[in-house]
C-alpha cells in the first residue's frame, strides 16, 4: 500500500500489481531517479540486476506456491514457470543467496508448519500432508533438522517465532 500510495503520490500510472512487482505505464514525464530514493527511504529497492530479479523471481513464485498449499513436486514445475532449466536456476540462487534452493524451499515449507501449528486447526499428519510429505515423521525430521526442537515442543511453547516468508534465506 506504502509503494501504490508513493506511486500515485508521484503521478505513475500502475499497470499491475503482483507479489514483489509492480508494472508502470513507461512516461518520460515520470522522476524515475526521485522515485528510487522515496522507495529506498520506506524500506524497499528497486532491482536492476538480472541476477537479483530473477532470484526474487524465483522466491516469489515458491511463496506464491506455499501460500496455496500446491507444494507438489513445484522444484520440478519452476523450470517451465521460470522459463530456464533447473540447473541454472538452482545454481543463480544457490550463488546469491548462500543457500540452495532445495534448503530455502525446506526453510519455507517449515515457516508453513510452524504457522499451522499455531493456528490449531490441523493435526501433525495433517499438516504433512498438506505440504505433500510422505508421512508425519519425515516432516517431524526436517522440521526438528531446521529449527532444533520437535514439532511438539514447538506447540507447547506457544511462541511466534514465525520469520515472514520473505525474510527467509
Known amino acids: 500500500m506504502s509503494i501504490l500510495k508513493l506511486l500515485n503520490d508521484e503521478g505513475f500510472e500502475v499497470e499491475a500489481?503482483?507479489?514483489?512487482?509492480?508494472?508502470?505505464?513507461?512516461?518520460?514525464?515520470?522522476?524515475?531517479?526521485?522515485?528510487?530514493?522515496?522507495?529506498?527511504?520506506?524500506?524497499?529497492?528497486?532491482?536492476?540486476?538480472?541476477?537479483?530479479?530473477?532470484?526474487?523471481?524465483?522466491?516469489v513464485n515458491l511463496i506464491e506456491h506455499i501460500e496455496k498449499n500446491d507444494t507438489n513436486v513445484i522444484?520440478?514445475?519452476?523450470?517451465?514457470?521460470?522459463?530456464?532449466?533447473?540447473?541454472?536456476?538452482?545454481?543463480?540462487?544457490?550463488?546469491?543467496?548462500?543457500?540452495?534452493?532445495?534448503?530455502?524451499?525446506?526453510?519455507?515449507?517449515?515457516?508453513?508448519?510452524?504457522?499451522y501449528i499455531q493456528l490449531q486447526e490441523l493435526n501433525f499428519s495433517e499438516i504433512a500432508y498438506s505440504l505433500n510429505y510422505k508421512n508425519s515423521s519425515h516432516l517431524a525430521k526436517q522440521f526438528k533438522q531446521v529449527t532444533g526442537m520437535s514439532m511438539t515442543d514447538f506447540k507447547n511453547l506457544q511462541i511466534d517465532s514465525r520469520k515472514p516468508l520473505d525474510q527467509i534465506v
Open 75 to 115: 522444484l520440478a514445475k519452476l523450470e517451465s514457470e521460470m522459463g530456464k532449466s533447473y540447473s541454472i536456476l538452482s545454481k543463480t540462487f544457490s550463488k546469491s543467496e548462500g543457500i540452495t534452493l532445495e534448503k530455502y524451499f525446506i526453510n519455507l515449507k517449515i515457516e508453513k508448519v510452524k504457522e
Open 17 to 59: 500489481i503482483q507479489l514483489g512487482k509492480i508494472t508502470v505505464k513507461e512516461n518520460p514525464n515520470n522522476d524515475y531517479l526521485k522515485f528510487e530514493k522515496n522507495l529506498n527511504v520506506l524500506g524497499f529497492e528497486l532491482i536492476k540486476d538480472p541476477t537479483k530479479a530473477l532470484v526474487e523471481k524465483i522466491k
